[in-house]
């Protein structure tokens, strides 16, 4: 059965340090793959997705994420964040035929002190 | 164009009483996705709809779950009768696109947050 993994559970930065966010999937064939990110009282927004192509992604307000295939991960990374990217980021992976289905890590709280 | 609305925003419950979740989609998604997410624990997949008809439903945890989807719009899912370890944030998906390519424009909701005590 797929699986996804995100290493932190909770992450403090200080205003423009950088971020990188781990993101382990298990699944064997072609994957499909998102980091979404809830900030405090929104809804779930996608931020960046992953399906061929160039394995370095770019998504919105600055985010990036690397696809790298032989270690099944998908980290996201931001070089400077800032107060506003206060929120909680998920990973998640699907896969062909699962019907829009998402598999979901258990989320990173990334809390920025401005 | 309007997001993926659910209601109510938040419900607290007595153990044993019955709960009923509304999501309305975005208007002409025919993809209607129910997620859970139990505290700190992942976000996990309960059932997928196309238009009126259930898709998948291999995430409903038990029976005392029900969910449907009248004519294809809107979407409820009851909980009777509901446990503490029903507590948690149910999320509302929809998206255009069918299959593999749903994911590509799923939209969210804000969640109901349910407490059952």
């Known amino acids: 059965a797929q699986s996804v993994s995100q290493h932190n559970h909770h992450v403090i930065l200080s205003e423009a340090a950088s971020l990188e966010l781990g993101c382990n999937y298990s699944?064997?064939?072609?994957?499909?793959l998102f980091w979404y990110v809830q900030y405090p009282g929104q809804h779930l927004q996608l931020l960046l997705k992953?399906?061929?192509?160039?394995?370095l992604v770019k998504g919105i307000k600055g985010f990036e994420a690397e696809f790298i295939k032989s270690k099944f991960s998908f980290n996201l990374r931001k070089p400077s964040v800032q107060w506003s990217d206060t929120a909680e980021y998920f990973c998640a992976v699907t896969s062909y035929n699962q019907g829009g289905k998402l598999i979901f890590g258990q989320g990173t709280e990334l809390s920025v002190k401005p | 164009e309007a997001g993926v609305t659910q209601f109510p925003s938040h419900s607290v419950i007595e153990k044993g009483q019955t709960v009923t979740l509304r999501c309305d989609p975005i208007?002409?998604?025919?993809?209607l996705y129910w997620y859970r997410r139990v505290m700190g624990k992942e976000i996990k997949f309960l059932l997928h709809f196309v238009k009126e008809s259930k898709q998948d439903e291999s995430g409903m945890p038990n029976n005392r779950f029900l969910a449907e989807r009248t004519g294809g719009t809107y979407s409820t899912l009851k909980v009777q009768p509901a446990e503490l370890e029903d507590s948690g944030v149910y999320f509302c998906?929809?998206?255009?696109?069918?299959?593999?390519?749903?994911?590509?424009?799923?939209?969210f909701g804000q969640g109901t947050r349910l407490t059952v005590v």
């Open positions: 992953y399906f061929s192509g160039d394995p």
């Open positions: 699944y064997g064939g072609t994957v499909n």
């Open positions: 208007s002409g998604h025919d993809n």
């Open positions: 998906a929809s998206s255009r696109e069918t299959g593999g390519l749903g994911t590509l424009k799923a939209f």
